[in-house]
Nanobody
Framework: QVQLVESGGGLVQAGGSLRLSCAAS????????MGWYRQAPGKQRELVAS???????NYADSVKGRFTISRDSAKNTVYLQMNSLKPDDTAVYYC????????????????WGQGTQVTVSS
């Protein structure tokens, strides 16, 4: 199983920026889809941004133009750049990666990070 370790969360003032990182514990052979989700207190987890292997990206309407999902293949890391942050962006952010690793044979995985808290003050 591939473990994902998130970092980069914290406290920031409205209008500020943060970059979340999601590092995989193994060398990823291929990614089918990667995504960032968030869950605010009392609310359901929602998709923030996703990207597929063909380069297609999808963003929640609330973050379009402010957030960018990307990947550094050499570092086996997925990122979420968050700009112009708003108090409504306050939530625990989770990364999700579905792909495969190669360990003699190709093995599929679907892993979640542990979550990182993002708090935006007004």
């Amino acid at each position: 199983q591939v473990q994902l370790v998130e970092s980069g969360g914290g406290l920031v003032q409205a209008g500020g920026s943060l970059r979340l990182s999601c590092a995989a514990s193994a060398s990823i052979h291929s990614i089918n889809i990667m995504g960032w989700y968030r869950q605010a207190p009392g609310k359901q987890r929602e998709l923030v941004a996703s990207a597929t292997s063909d380069g297609s990206t999808n963003y929640a309407d609330s973050v379009k133009g402010r957030f960018t999902i990307s990947r550094d293949s050499a570092k086996n890391t997925v990122y979420l750049q968050m700009n112009s942050l708003k108090p409504d962006d306050t939530a625990v952010y989770y990364c999700n990666v579905r792909g495969s690793i190669y360990a003699g044979i190709q093995l599929s995985f679907n892993s979640w990070g542990q979550g990182t808290q993002v708090t935006v003050s007004s």
